[in-house]
Every structure is written in C-alpha cells, then in structure tokens.
C-alpha cells in the first residue's frame, strides 16, 4: 500500500480542527446534553444492561479516538515552542547555545541545570533586594 505524502497534512489538519472544537463551550455542552438525554430515556428502556451498555460504549469510543487527536495536537504545539526557544535562544548573543538541545540532556543534566537556574533567580533577586534597599536609603 502506496502511502500519500499528503496524510500527515490531512491529519494534523482534523487533529487540529478536532481539537479546537471540543475545547469550546458548546461541546461541552453537546457532551452534558447527550448525557442528559440518555439519562431521561433511562425508564423507557427500564434501566437496561443495553442502556448502559450504549453509554459506555459511546464514551469509550470518544475518549480512544480523542486520545490520539489530543496527542497529536500536544506534540505538534510542543515542538513548535521549542522551536521557538530554540530561535530566541540563538538569537540572543549572551545566551548559551548549548541550551538548544535541552531536551536530549539526561534526568541528571537537566537537575544541575535547573540547580544553575535556581541559583541564578536567587542572586538577582537578592540583587534587586539590594537595589531597593539602596534607593530606600538614597530618598531618606
């Protein structure tokens, strides 16, 4: 079987499309309505193993397709932000470009980056305490 070059476009397209539109208030809405629907046609159907039965099924169905166009969106927008940092962290001169590839870094190298990183946030902010405490003095 010949696979088109075009399937990605298409899915990534209705990946996309799916996910925006049950992120509206108005699916959520459908969702509450279908729910309440098959609530009220439960003593007509004498609370059956079949009414049930339709309600689980629907659901499962739902949430094992919705599972992959979640996915799908999720890793699309991802990489598009790490691309992004990727250009903002190569375009800023006194950055460190070793930062582009984050993601390949080991659970350990990310730790003592994120160590580096907190340490970093302390010293300005002790900095800025500093500052303020100086033009606090300076307007006395």
Same mark, same amino acid.
Request: net charge negative.
């Given at each position: 079987?010949?696979?088109?070059?075009?399937?990605?476009?298409?899915?990534?397209?209705?990946?996309?499309?799916?996910?925006?539109?049950?992120?509206?208030?108005?699916?959520?809405? $459908?969702?509450? %309505?279908?729910?309440? +629907?098959? =609530? /009220?046609?439960?003593?007509?159907?004498?609370?059956? &193993?079949?009414?049930?039965?339709?309600?689980?099924?629907?659901?499962?169905?739902?949430?094992?397709?919705?599972?992959?166009?979640?996915?799908?969106?999720?890793?699309?927008?991802?990489?598009?932000?790490?691309?992004? $940092?990727?250009? %903002?962290?190569?375009? +800023?001169? =006194? /950055?460190?470009?070793?930062?582009?590839?984050?993601? &390949?870094?080991?659970?350990?190298?990310?730790?003592?980056?994120?160590?580096?990183?907190?340490?970093?946030?302390?010293?300005?902010?002790?900095?800025?305490?500093?500052?303020?405490?100086?033009?606090?003095?300076?307007?006395?």
């Amino acid at each position: 079987m010949k696979r088109s070059s075009e399937t990605p476009t298409v899915f990534r397209r209705f990946a996309h499309s799916v996910s925006h539109a049950v992120g509206m208030p108005s699916a959520f809405v $459908l969702a509450c %309505l279908v729910i309440v +629907v098959w =609530a /009220a046609t439960g003593p007509f159907f004498n609370y059956s &193993d079949t009414w049930q039965l339709a309600i689980n099924t629907g659901t499962t169905i739902v949430t094992f397709l919705m599972y992959f166009v979640i996915q799908n969106t999720q890793n699309r927008d991802s990489q598009v932000v790490q691309l992004k $940092l990727d250009e %903002l962290i190569r375009a +800023v001169e =006194a /950055a460190r470009t070793e930062l582009v590839d984050m993601e &390949d870094l080991s659970d350990e190298e990310l730790h003592r980056l994120q160590s580096q990183f907190e340490s970093l946030r302390r010293s300005a902010e002790s900095e800025r305490r500093a500052r303020e405490a100086g033009s606090a003095e300076k307007e006395r």
